[in-house]
């Protein structure tokens, strides 16, 4: 399974570099969003930034003139709508993809990962 708030900034990655230089709304739209999801991903992430993306999107789809930025906000939008993974990312301040297999050692409380003795 991938991560929505890994696919979304993968998107957004992809589409601010090709974004049409001539509208705003494609240009510094689609790079704000990414910014935002970037933090998201990276742990940085405020419960209102999810809230912030659901604003922005819909204008980057209204205003922006490139069809590559509108249908990237389109496809960000959709996978806002797992609101569970994206505020796990934030509350969490790691992706519930990953999960690490820990057990607790009983010499120091010490937890061991997957393989380790």
């Not at 991938?2 to 957004?12: E, R």
């Not at 494609?26 to 990276?42: C, H, K, N, P």
């Not at 659901?54 to 806002?80: N, R």
């Amino acid at each position: 399974m991938t991560c929505t708030v890994q696919q979304a900034k993968d998107i957004l990655y992809n589409v601010s570099r090709n974004a049409d230089p001539c509208c705003v709304f494609s240009r510094e739209g689609t790079l704000q969003v990414y910014r935002i999801v970037s933090d998201i991903a990276e742990g940085r992430g405020e419960l209102d930034d999810v809230d912030l993306l659901k604003e922005l999107l819909p204008l980057i789809v209204s205003y922006s003139g490139c069809d590559l930025s509108k249908q990237a906000a389109l496809e960000c939008l959709t996978l806002l709508e797992d609101t569970g993974e994206w505020e796990y990312h934030i509350t969490r301040k790691r992706c519930p993809k990953e999960k690490i297999e820990r057990e607790p050692n009983a010499i120091g409380g010490r937890r061991r990962r997957r393989g380790e003795s």
